[in-house]
């Protein structure tokens, strides 16, 4: 059964950080591209970062290009988003999503196109506030 599963989310202050995880099984990570993506009720789902499958590559929405980074670690199947310089406009739930690498994988990643990923996890809500 594939399975993407968000940690790491909680509550902090302005000017904080966490870091979230993605842990995937029933598949190996390594042939996906695998993105993060924010909804804040009321407000369309947002782009956050995707890191690509063949060579890592990251990519970032403009506000958080900066203070967010992207990882992989294959070797335990998962994903990481460090977000550092956390603001209030950061609150919403985390999802992170993938999609086995194709022709068009990369170009969703970069677009962080959210209606190109294949699988989605359940989410993690970030807080940020004082």
């Known amino acids: 059964q594939v399975q993407l599963v968000e940690s790491g989310g909680g509550s902090v202050q302005p000017g904080g950080s966490l870091r979230l995880s993605c842990a995937a099984s029933?598949?190996?990570?390594?042939?996906?591209?695998i993105a993060w993506f924010r909804q804040v009720p009321g407000k369309e789902r947002e782009g956050v970062s995707c890191?690509?499958?063949?060579?890592?590559?990251?990519y970032y929405a403009d506000s958080m290009k900066g203070r967010f980074t992207i990882s992989r670690d294959n070797a335990r199947n998962t994903v990481y988003l460090q977000m550092n310089g956390l603001n209030p406009e950061d609150t919403g739930v985390y999802f992170c999503?993938?999609?086995?690498?194709?022709?068009?994988?990369?170009?969703?990643?970069?677009?962080?196109?959210?209606?190109?990923?294949?699988?989605w996890g359940k989410g993690t809500r970030v807080t940020v506030s004082s």
């Open positions: 890191i690509s499958a063949s060579d890592g590559r990251a």
């Open positions: 029933g598949f190996t990570l390594d042939y996906y591209v």
């Open positions: 999503a993938g999609r086995s690498q194709d022709y068009y994988s990369e170009d969703f990643c970069r677009k962080l196109n959210y209606n190109g990923m294949e699988y």
